[in-house]
């Protein structure tokens, strides 16, 4: 089989194939603060607002917790994807040096389950606005979405250094135009509505859109120059979308909501707003694009010899199919809790990575367990769901019930308020540091990891 690096027309190197051989590394800071811009640049993100405006709240209060939560999970996105680029291997890949090469098989699996979801999610997402905006049948857009994105994900640097350099710039012409029309609504002094049930629940779920990010941030930071390029991109470019997008949807709400209107209608309502939307819906394929990626150089940690373009063309199909058969609402709290899996894990690994001493981190297949670095990702994700049980109706509402009764049984009021994603990472991180912190002493005392 051929592993050897691909190049453009060009003549500047793509992705390896496999995981054999060091990656190429033509990125630096500016091109991968405006990738991941674009991938902050979701229709999710506005549409997701009704979960974080505070109903009869001022919206300076809403303003304020989508800022909260945009810094924290910035923060969290930029520490999880500066190491991709100081070890140079893809985030499955460095979940070796955490977990040991067969533990690291666990998350893996679940990240796949993960990519493919989303993957899914987005390919309905931008069929959905586009039918809406050109009033056709959802069918044909799926398919070219599915299409389209599976073909990005065959020239992945290629298509981040397109996007750096000019769906950049048209994004942003989009964004500006709909906040110039949507300012010009009447907005009243507080919120007529919304679904958030305190701040720190809203806070939450903006925390949740670059957190969710974090299990595929070393695929693409591994081919930044400097790992200081690759955290400070990744935490301002999608931090800085994250805020500009959940406010769009904020406002398109309360200017809108009396109405009846959900958030894409109210866009659409818009003088030229449907251009507009239209705009953002094609450069949306970015985020199909990275989930179809992600899912194959996922697969290598397993099969590492395998070319990720038959992965990438496998993933996209069935992503595509899933897209025109599958109910992706019903699927949505499942994709929610494998979020509440790797929250936890991200700040194990975020601990653990910067407690021990450079060239400690061990990303070969037979990197040896650390089951206690398995013991505070269990105890975090069990945080998390005792703060918000993950919610599902129908034939999985039996785990909601579950932990709701566990709930009862600590004397955990299910209407808290407080935010999961901040307990369950307050937890997992405070005890990877009291089981990593004696380890970490020792190995850097020794110059070595045990």
Not at 146 to 175: N, Q
Not at 309 to 318: D, E
């Amino acid at each position: 089989m051929d592993t050897s690096v691909k190049h453009d027309v060009a003549g500047v190197p793509d992705a390896p194939l496999t995981l054999e051989g060091p990656p190429p590394r033509p990125l630096g800071l500016a091109s991968n603060t405006a990738f991941w811009w674009n991938l902050g640049i979701s229709l999710l993100l506005p549409v997701a607002a009704v979960y974080v405006v505070l109903p009869d709240r001022p919206l300076s209060t809403t303003l304020l917790a989508i800022v909260v939560g945009a810094v924290i999970g910035g923060v969290l996105l930029g520490l999880a994807a500066a190491p991709g680029a100081r070890e140079g291997v893809p985030a499955m890949v460095l979940l070796r040096g955490l977990l040991g090469g067969r533990v690291s098989y666990v998350p893996t699996v679940a990240n796949l389950a993960q990519c493919v979801g989303w993957a899914t999610f987005e390919i309905v997402v931008i069929a959905e606005a586009a039918s809406r905006i050109v009033g056709a049948p959802r069918w044909p857009f799926v398919v070219a979405a599915g299409v389209l994105a599976t073909l990005m994900a065959l020239r992945p640097l290629g298509v981040v250094r397109l996007l750096a350099r000019y769906a950049v710039w048209v994004a942003l012409a989009a964004v500006a135009y709909l906040y110039v029309q949507v300012l010009r609504q009447p907005l009243p002094a507080r919120a007529p509505g919304g679904n958030a049930t305190s701040f720190w629940t809203a806070v939450d779920v903006v925390i949740a859109l670059p957190a969710s990010w974090a299990p595929l941030a070393a695929d693409y930071t591994r081919h930044v120059r400097s790992a200081r390029a690759a955290g400070l991109g990744a935490a301002v470019g999608y931090g800085a979308a994250t805020i500009v997008f959940f406010t769009l949807g904020m406002l398109a709400l309360v200017a809108y909501g009396a109405g009846g209107l959900d958030v894409i209608d109210a866009l659409l309502a818009l003088p030229l707003g449907g251009l507009a939307l239209l705009v953002l819906v094609v450069v949306e394929l970015d985020e199909a694009f990275a989930n179809v990626y992600s899912t194959a150089v996922s697969s290598q940690n397993i099969a590492a010899r395998w070319d990720r373009r038959v992965l990438a063309v496998g993933v996209g199909t069935v992503a595509t199919l899933l897209a025109l058969s599958f109910d992706i609402v019903a699927y949505e709290p499942f994709l929610f809790l494998i979020g509440s899996v790797f929250v936890p894990l991200i700040g194990v690994l975020i601990v653990a990575y910067y407690l021990l001493p450079r060239g400690a981190w061990n990303v070969s297949a037979t990197a040896p367990a650390r089951p206690l670095l398995v013991v505070p990702w269990a105890v975090g994700f069990v945080a998390y769901q005792l703060t918000l049980p993950t919610f599902f109706a129908g034939p999985g509402a039996g785990w909601t019930a579950w932990w709701s009764a566990r709930q009862g049984d600590l004397g955990i009021d299910p209407a808290n308020g407080m935010s999961a994603s901040l307990v369950s990472l307050g937890v997992a991180m405070a005890l990877t540091a009291i089981v990593g912190l004696p380890t970490a002493v020792r190995a850097r005392r020794e110059g070595r990891l045990r």
